[in-house]
């Protein structure tokens, strides 16, 4: 019976229902015949695992507040902008010849444009980091 007319199903539709859930009945035996006892205890092993590891994920506030943090517009260009620059370092770090150290190698170094911004940047977390860790401990955390 059709439920919205309340008329009988014309036969083809039962044979076609008939026909996909012997379709679906075949896939599962198929299933259970490719998996040996051995692969079902690994991967309830495995799946018992991972829902431990995402319970003690989710209950770590830290990360929470991380993932919080990533999510933001700016966050996204600053890991978007620092994959780049991995990238453009590992490039050029291949590729260029060995630093020969030293204090001239220093103020070579010192001299290019992206030393003293790097440097800068840097200080700025470690202010900032530390600001943070500060109040954190203040507050009791």
């Not at 309830?44 to 999510?71: C, P």
């Not at 050029?92 to 290019?112: M, S």
């Amino acid at each position: 019976m059709n439920t919205r007319t309340d008329t009988p199903l014309p036969a083809t539709d039962y044979e076609n229902d008939l026909q996909r859930l012997g379709e679906l009945a075949s896939l599962v035996a198929a299933a259970q015949d490719a998996l040996s006892d051995d692969m079902v205890s690994r991967l309830a092993s495995a799946f018992s695992e991972g829902i431990t590891l995402l319970d003690r994920l989710t209950r770590n506030e830290g990360l929470m507040r991380l993932l919080q943090v990533l999510d933001r517009a700016e966050c996204q260009y600053v890991l978007t902008s620092l994959a780049d620059a991995i990238t453009q370092m590992s490039r050029e770090l291949a590729t260029a010849p060995p630093a020969k150290g030293g204090f001239g190698g220093l103020l070579k170094l010192a001299r290019e444009p992206g030393t003293q911004e790097g440097l800068r940047a840097l200080s700025m977390l470690g202010k900032y980091w530390n600001d943070s860790l500060r109040e954190l401990h203040r507050h009791g955390g």
